[in-house]
């Protein structure tokens, strides 16, 4: 049973990691139940979004452990073509996640 000091790491509530939110390359990231994977995911979707100039355009990224997906949300002024952007960097990065509502997957993942 994966424990480590008595704690069932796995179960569906109890946080992997702590701080459950933090910021990364400007960006707020937070996890309903601080699960290690989500972080990662978050963390190399700012990685990339960085890299590739439209962090800026990304106000906050929420991964809701419940419903296994993350809401990258933008600002109000993205264009089509930055939420488009936004959105290939997360097919890259990022399991499952909403932008406007909408809901994408990572590539290859479906």
Known sequence: MNQSKG?????EKVG???PF????????LSSRYG???????MLQFAEMATRDGVASLVTELFYDS???????KLVDW?????KASVIR????????????????H?????
């Open 89 to 104: 960097v997360g097919e890259q990065t990022i399991s499952q996640f909403t932008v406007d509502g909408d809901i994408y």
């Open 35 to 41: 699960k290690a994977g989500e972080l990662v995911d």
């Open 106 to 110: 990572r590539s290859g993942s479906c």
């Open 16 to 18: 992997q990691v702590e």
């Open 66 to 72: 419940k419903a296994c997906v993350c809401e990258v």
């Open 21 to 28: 939110s933090l910021v990364a390359f400007g960006i707020p």
């Open 78 to 82: 993205a264009s089509a073509e930055g």
């Open 7 to 11: 704690i069932n790491y796995f179960e």
